[in-house]
């Protein structure tokens, strides 16, 4: 079946615009989690979603990060007025139950390579 | 193509019994970077390891000890006398050469869950 969908693939945004990525889980899958990679870091979790409701915010950098999930299905993260520190991959996985949970391993999309210029 | 094989989606154990979670991986590189995450409860992925395919030396830190053949391509993980704090899901993942051990190109096997029981 199909996997977890990442769009775009590359972004190439002006510092100062607004961006929005966009993540389709699996069908089915009712925790979806967004993490981005920094040049030269390691993964850095943002937020994780079960169903439309995000119990924590607080991984989410700066105030001009928001993102939703909408009919417990597709999440967009949005980064406004974006700042070349932004620049990054950005993954998206889900998966069947929220994590601790058994059976739920992550899936993860191929990402989103965002760059600031 | 790379491909991550976590054959093991569940393991449950004893506290303080020890514990390997195996990794299989796929790649015609020459030059990739091996890591070792762990995901609690909360959602996050915590980091555990890196390692570069010219480095076989296995590592050990604390009770986490990584074993590393190129010959069988694995990459294995062993937790020595468990604790109920290293219930999770643990994911091994591959970057290939270009992304410098990172994010780009980073394929990640399905994960297992381990549980500890008291």
């Known amino acids: 079946g199909a996997g977890v969908s990442q769009s775009p693939s590359n972004k190439v945004t002006e510092k100062g615009k607004d961006v929005e990525l966009r993540c389709d889980p699996i069908s089915g899958h009712t925790a979806l989690y967004w993490y981005r990679q920094s040049l030269g870091q390691g993964l850095e979790f943002l937020i994780y979603?079960?169903?439309?409701?995000?119990?924590?915010k607080s991984g989410l950098p700066s105030d001009r990060f928001s993102a939703e999930r909408t009919g417990g299905s597709v999440s967009t993260l949005t980064i406004q007025r974006t700042q070349q520190e932004d620049s990054a991959v950005y993954l998206c996985?889900?998966?069947?139950?929220?994590?601790?949970?058994?059976?739920?391993?992550?899936?993860f999309g191929n990402g989103t390579r965002l760059t600031v210029t | 193509a790379q491909k991550v094989t976590q054959a093991q989606t569940e393991i449950s154990v004893v506290e303080k019994e020890d514990v390997t979670l195996d990794c299989v991986y796929e790649t015609r590189d020459t030059t990739y970077y091996l890591f070792w995450y762990k995901q609690p409860p909360s959602g996050e992925l915590v980091f555990l390891i890196r390692r570069n395919s010219f480095d076989e030396q296995n590592e050990i830190s604390g009770r986490y000890s990584w074993n590393f053949q190129k010959s069988t391509s694995s990459f294995n993980f062993t937790i020595t006398a468990s604790q109920v704090v290293d219930s999770a899901a643990y994911f091994c993942?591959?970057?290939?050469?270009?992304?410098?051990?990172?994010?780009?190109?980073?394929?990640f096997g399905k994960g297992t869950h381990l549980i500890i029981q008291p």
């Open positions: 993942a591959l970057s290939e050469a270009w992304s410098g051990g990172g994010a780009d190109g980073l394929t």
């Open positions: 996985a889900s998966s069947l139950v929220p994590p601790g949970q058994l059976n739920s391993p992550l899936h």
């Open positions: 979603f079960q169903g439309n409701s995000a119990p924590d």
